[in-house]
């Protein structure tokens, strides 16, 4: 498995993530972080997963909540934020249980993302954006192939939003 993970990350090289970089800047949603998101670019590049975790799921919400005051004429909480992502997925597919996985997405961000994490617990993992922001993801938690799956995430987020 780590040899597929391996492949996988080095499948995303620099002409790559600059290409799903410009497919997130065309929403306005994204543009308006485009200097954080192209940080966090340069940081996958760099081999840095640390700040590319650090930035993406921090950015999340935001992307998200933007796009919906745009929709909604207001913001709103990450319960609301997670469904209008998931809406806009499930819309965009035409069906909640198609190839592009809108319903699997919504787990991802429930599960994953958006996980619920307890501070009194002590150690988090770095997919969740809770664990990471309250500094308890564990070292050992941030690698690339985490970081990617921050980064796709986004995407996924820009592709549905």
């Known amino acids: 498995m780590k040899d597929e ?10 002409a790559r ?6 497919r997130w800047l065309k929403r306005p949603h ?4 485009e200097l954080v998101l192209r940080s966090a670019v340069k ?5 840095d997963p640390v ?6 799921l921090t950015e999340i919400e935001g992307v998200l909540n933007t796009a919906y ?15 209008f992502a998931v809406e806009a997925a499930t819309r965009k597919a035409g069906h909640p249980y198609t190839l592009l ?22 150690v988090g993992d770095a997919s969740s954006r809770h664990a990471v922001g309250h500094g308890a993801a564990t070292d050992a938690s941030y690698t690339q192939v985490s970081a990617l799956q921050a980064l796709l995430t986004l995407d996924q987020i820009a592709f549905a939003t």
């Open 5 to 14: 993970e391996e492949k996988i990350v080095a499948s995303f090289d620099e």
């Open 17 to 22: 993530l600059e290409r799903m970089l410009a």
């Open 30 to 33: 994204f543009a308006s972080r």
């Open 43 to 47: 940081n996958f590049m760099n081999n």
């Open 51 to 56: 700040a590319v975790i650090k930035i993406v």
């Open 69 to 83: 005051r745009a929709s909604h004429g207001e913001g709103a909480k990450v319960e609301t934020l997670m469904r």
């Open 101 to 122: 996985l809108p319903e699997a997405f919504a787990r991802y961000l429930k599960d994953r993302t958006f996980a619920r994490f307890d501070p009194r617990q002590g």
